[in-house]
């Protein structure tokens, strides 16, 4: 059986990243696993592109959440404090590892369905001086918004405040300007736009930000990206990392690069999605988002009135598609479609007229 993957992450493989996994054993002791991680490092920087005096890509092993922890975690000083905005599931994760690891933070809170409200930013960081870092999801997944960056980073850099950002599901896809928005830091995976498996992530992280943490207690022994970066420069890794999936996120980004790149993806991703949002608009099913205010990663959709969420997911599983339920006060009201992955035109007008059978 072989599902076609909607859901955002992980996604279908190309039989290229699929066959990577089956190279040679390989210690991570050994210089081939350096040449291995130093190639994919290099790549990850050439996505954007950045330069690499300034910049540096570090992998670990772990899901998207350990690189949203490592960043956090690794890099708000102690005497720092960090706005954390919310308007989905993944911003409120960001306020959860504050919490636990006790890192200085408030939240600026947003209702789900809700746009960034930049008043309401610049009046809290008007009112509350003592920010050190604003911290902000870039698409937010539960909904499938594209959180405007580029008139956020216009007020934090007004007031001097350096962006992390979970890039988790718009690294390799979306336009992210690190430079420009002043990022110092962007948390991603290699499953979702860089179409790899999971297992790897990563934080692209300014050095010089990492650098001025270190007078920062270490608060995490495996998420310290300090560490890891000592360690990578080195050619080596502080733990014992998953190497197969380093395999195939290296292939997965020179398959990028013959792609076309990121920007290529991005046409790419949006012109198979709107293969779907065109077809499910014409049986009546409508988006949750105008599209100008959507990622080219994934869109939501109301869920027809005379079908539940289980009916619906189980009619298209039957025909091979995979959908992705709503999360939370969310759940029986919408889906979501993702189109990454090797998935072709013609599977996304199978999947169109198939919903047309189905509602
Ligand atoms: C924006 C965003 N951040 C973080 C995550 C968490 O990633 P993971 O499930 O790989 O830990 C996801 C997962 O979908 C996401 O979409």
Redesign the pocket.
Known sequence: MSQILLN??PVVLSERVRNAMLRPDLCHREIEFAELQNTIRNDLLEVYPLTEDKWAAILMTG????A?EAMMTSLVPDHGKVLIIENGV?GE?LTRIAEIHHINHRTLHHEWDKAIDLKLLEDELQTHEEFSHVAV?H???TTGRLNDLVGLAKICKKYNLPILL?G??SFGAEDIEFEEWNIIACAA?A??CLHAV?GT?FVICNRNALEEMQATPQRTLYLDLASYLKNQDANGTPFTPSVQTFYALSEALKELQDQGGQKKRKQNYWSRLNIVREGLEKQGIHALIRVEDCSCVLNAFHLPADIDYETLHDALRENDFIIYAGQGALTQSIFRISCMGEISDQELERFVTLMGNIV
């Open positions: 955002p992450g899901s998207g959440t350990a949203m993944y994760r999801v698409h937010e997944t979970d988790v599901s995976t499953n979702k999971p992530s």
